[in-house]
């Protein structure tokens, strides 16, 4: 079974900057597409941006220009960079993988954005 570990977020001032990562416990050439969502209380969990196994990444049209993904290989992890953040991109984020129609969810990390 596939297991993803989050780590990153926090707390930090807009306009600042924080990373998340995400390892998978086996090869994330397995799957589909890797990536994270986030969400806030109350609201569906939504896309911030994805890799597919052919490197091609999508973004949410809210984070273009300020967040990027990016992997390992060779460590099965997959970044985030967050730039310029907004109180707007507070939420919980969550990592998930994805083989055809099954999804796997790492535990969450807070990002609080806030002066």
């Known amino acids: 079974q596939v297991q993803l570990v989050e780590s990153g977020g926090g707390l930090v001032q807009p306009g600042g900057s924080l990373a998340l990562s995400c390892a998978a416990s086996?090869?994330?050439?397995?799957?589909?597409?890797m990536g994270w969502y986030r969400q806030v209380p109350g609201r569906e969990r939504q896309l911030v941006a994805k890799?597919?196994?052919?490197?091609?990444?999508t973004y949410a049209d809210s984070v273009k220009g300020r967040f990027t993904i990016s992997r390992d290989n060779a460590k099965n992890t997959v970044y985030l960079q967050m730039n310029s953040l907004k109180p707007e991109d507070t939420a919980v984020y969550y990592c998930y993988s994805r083989i055809l129609s099954r999804f796997t969810w790492g535990q969450g990390t807070q990002v609080t954005v806030s002066s």
């Open positions: 086996t090869n994330i050439f397995d799957f589909n597409d």
């Open positions: 890799i597919n196994v052919g490197g091609v990444t």
